[in-house]
């Protein structure tokens, strides 16, 4: 919060200088002299949600605290955007005495609110080194340890990480547990059940937790600081001290070239090894070549166990990870202590992943002992200097170029340097690509027919969007299957790259080959939010939500067929469609939907009346028509068969369906046949106790129920169901 200065930012407000400055007396005239509402000032929030309160705590204002808090109490409870209250920012600031008062004057509920680290006040305090504030807090009945399984850090691997001896030898010295451990930086923690070779991908620099994430932002400015915790990650999962996604407290000292804490922490029992670093096959030589320190590496081999040669689960030694963080005495030491250039998972070696990370002390040297390596590839048939396009790397890339790299290579996607940069949605990279007549112009198509224009609309890039349109790129060029830059972005849900195309005149009436339009592809979009975005934008500017496909199968069909079910509800929802309709072969939509894993669609369908069971006609060919469609010579051979959702989840083996179906149907004839139709184990037993459940509840009705203990009727539930799928008909009798 001291920092505000630094953006340069005026203040949206004179009541939050006032608060900065701490001038209560220039705040009190103000009033008197205007007759302003004083509790509506106080009330006021900038930009980033911070109230006049934020600011005086986390600059130390005890009297203006003390002032606003008499004023107006229920400011002590208000949460910033970053989700910090005042509390929290007077312990990061270390302003003991402002925390005293505002722990006096807040609620429970209100002490235990954590900002979007997840950090409570000894935890913030612990993390900037405020010792006297931790041993305020901890006289005060704080506990040192985690306050869930939830929690990813602790007050002790908040101190280690910023490096504050004092803060930690005075929580170690109170009890706090020695052997804790963190997450990996920016990286979220794998399953703990099924371990991803993902968690072990190497960080770049600093972590995000090393930026002042407490900076107070004016109006107009953005932050650029990461949250704390990864949303979608199941936290409840990671029970206990040894829980999966953390890493011994060592390893982030060593992360950080703290030597000497490295030090302390080792003397005092710190581990070297937890489950994950063994599973993961993580050593404290990674860390240390991360680091870059020549004096932590030499410690690390003077002390650890591990082999310097040892590799994760994605093949990276500690050898990459000083490259990859352009660490070059790190990784000169590293390969005179026996370290090898060999790929990793991904087939990317010393020198690929040099050029992704844009590593270039690293990649000089390597490429002077193996001048070879400039034509190295990885799986994807990637050149140094493809993969240093793709990582937005474009100072290596130029670099790469004077080096006499090949300027016409592609990967086996067909993909040259403008299709590369396109796809990364780098515009700098395009920008210079261009201008430099370089990667082939911008009409150049990969193996499928994308041009950059489309690779840039199917990856959401829409600065690189823009930029293509601005140099002149075809907005009606088609890839394979006669897909546009608008059918690309429609498919994938891209909704502003649609706005944009749209803006810039492409032909909202474009059809694929198969005759799908832009809603039929929103309506196979499955990532959130489902292309209903997408869909509702392409009402608006006039695409026919009625327009049927070759196959006569509306934008509704294919959302229900997709398990496109927020898109489905809406088109229901807005009379552009029924839950009634049918293809080309008069197979209703609830059948086809049946077929597939989604339940929901389903019960859906079921709800808005669609039809369970229909009469439809076979043709002399023996596959479904639609009776209507078929000439009026030919009608005199079709045979009429009944045809149920329930047979087409049967076929298929949905066995959720089927369980849910036959509960709906209720015809026993259907069930009869659907039982018989297959021979697949667990679809019968679906079947089998849909119907034992149905007919437990018909005996429970009847007078049976008065004669027949619970057990016997169970017994005799199990006996009718039988019967009722027996070919002996005096069995049920």
Not at 681 to 705: M, P
Request: aromatic share 6%.
């Amino acid at each position: 919060c001291k920092l505000l200065m630094r953006y340069g930012g005026r203040f949206c407000h004179p009541a939050f200088e006032k608060a900065y400055l701490g001038d209560l007396q220039s705040w009190k005239e103000g009033f008197e002299k205007t007759g302003a509402d004083m509790k509506k000032s106080e009330l006021r929030k900038d930009s980033s949600g911070h109230t006049v309160l934020h600011y005086a705590s986390a600059n130390g204002h005890l009297d203006y605290l003390r002032s606003v808090i008499k004023a107006s109490p229920e400011t002590v409870s208000v949460v910033s955007k970053n989700g910090d209250t005042a509390l929290l920012l007077a312990a990061k600031n270390g302003h003991r005495d402002c925390l005293k008062l505002l722990m006096d004057n807040s609620s429970e509920q209100t002490r235990k609110v954590t900002d979007k680290f997840g950090r409570d006040p000894l935890m913030c305090a612990a993390r900037f080194g405020h010792k006297h504030v931790v041993q305020w807090l901890h006289e005060s009945k704080a506990s040192l340890d985690r306050k869930s399984v939830q929690d990813a850090e602790s007050p002790l691997t908040c101190a280690a990480y910023g490096g504050h001896i004092p803060c930690i030898e005075y929580l170690l010295v109170n009890g706090a547990y020695h052997d804790d451990t963190i997450r990996v930086p920016n990286q979220p923690p794998p399953s703990p059940i099924s371990i991803s070779s993902s968690g072990t991908r190497m960080s770049k620099g600093k972590s995000h937790d090393s930026l002042d994430e407490f900076s107070i932002m004016e109006e107009g400015e953005t932050s650029e600081v990461m949250g704390g915790s990864e949303e979608g990650v199941e936290w409840e999962a990671f029970a206990g001290r040894s829980r999966w996604g953390l890493m011994p407290l060592l390893f982030y000292a060593l992360e950080k070239s703290e030597l000497a804490i490295s030090k302390w922490l080792h003397n005092h029992g710190c581990a070297w090894e937890n489950r994950l670093t063994q599973h993961l096959k993580h050593t404290a030589y990674m860390r240390a070549a991360v680091g870059g320190s020549l004096e932590c590496l030499q410690w690390v081999a003077q002390n650890c166990r591990g082999s310097v040669c040892g590799k994760t689960v994605d093949g990276c030694s500690a050898l990459h990870y000083a490259v990859v963080n352009d660490n070059l005495r790190v990784a000169k030491r590293l390969l005179a202590m026996g370290s090898e250039d060999t790929p990793d998972s991904t087939g990317n070696t010393l020198v690929l992943s040099a050029a992704k990370e844009g590593s270039l002390w690293c990649l000089q040297w390597l490429l002077e002992l193996r001048p070879r390596a400039l034509e190295e590839k990885n799986a994807l048939n990637q050149t140094p200097l493809l993969v240093a396009i793709s990582g937005n790397q474009i100072v290596t890339a130029q670099w790469l170029i004077r080096k006499k790299a090949d300027v016409n290579v592609r990967d086996s996607n067909g993909h040259g340097l403008l299709l590369t940069a396109a796809k990364a949605g780098s515009c700098k990279m395009i920008e210079w690509l261009l201008s430099a007549n370089l990667g082939g112009g911008i009409g150049i198509k990969d193996a499928v027919g994308r041009t950059p224009l489309i690779l840039a609309s199917s990856c959401n890039h829409l600065d690189a969007v823009k930029m293509l349109l601005d140099n002149k790129a075809n907005i009606q060029a088609m890839s394979i299957c006669n897909l546009t830059p608008l059918l690309w972005a429609s498919w994938l849900g891209c909704d502003k790259v649609v706005q944009c195309l749209l803006d810039n005149k492409a032909n909202i009436q474009d059809l694929s080959l198969a005759g799908e339009s832009c809603l039929h592809l929103a309506a196979k979009c499955t990532s959130t939010p489902w292309g209903l975005n997408t869909a509702q934008l392409l009402v608006e500017r006039g695409n026919d939500p009625s327009l049927l496909d070759y196959q006569s199968k509306s934008p509704a069909y294919v959302a229900g067929q997709n398990g496109n079910l927020p898109m489905l509800k809406w088109l229901i929802e807005k009379g552009h469609a029924k839950a009634t309709e049918d293809d080309s072969k008069g197979t209703p939509m609830l059948f086809d939907v049946s077929e597939t894993k989604h339940l929901a669609v389903v019960k859906y369908l079921v709800e808005q009346k669609a039809p369970l069971a229909v009469n439809r006609a076979v043709g002399s060919s023996g596959v479904w028509v639609k009776a209507e469609d078929v000439k009026e010579d030919e009608k005199r051979n079709l045979k009429f068969k009944i045809d149920a959702a329930l047979l087409h989840a049967v076929n298929a083996k949905m066995v959720a369906n089927v369980r849910y179906l036959v509960k709906v149907t209720n015809e026993p004839g259907l069930e009869e046949t659907a039982y018989k139709a297959t021979t697949d184990e667990a679809t019968r037993a679906a079947i089998d106790i849909s119907l034992q459940d149905r007919t437990h509840k018909e005996l429970v009705k009847s007078v049976l129920a008065k004669a027949l203990r619970p057990p016997l009727l169970r017994l005799v539930t199990d006996y009718v169901s039988y019967a009722r799928n027996s070919s002996e008909s005096d069995l049920l009798e």
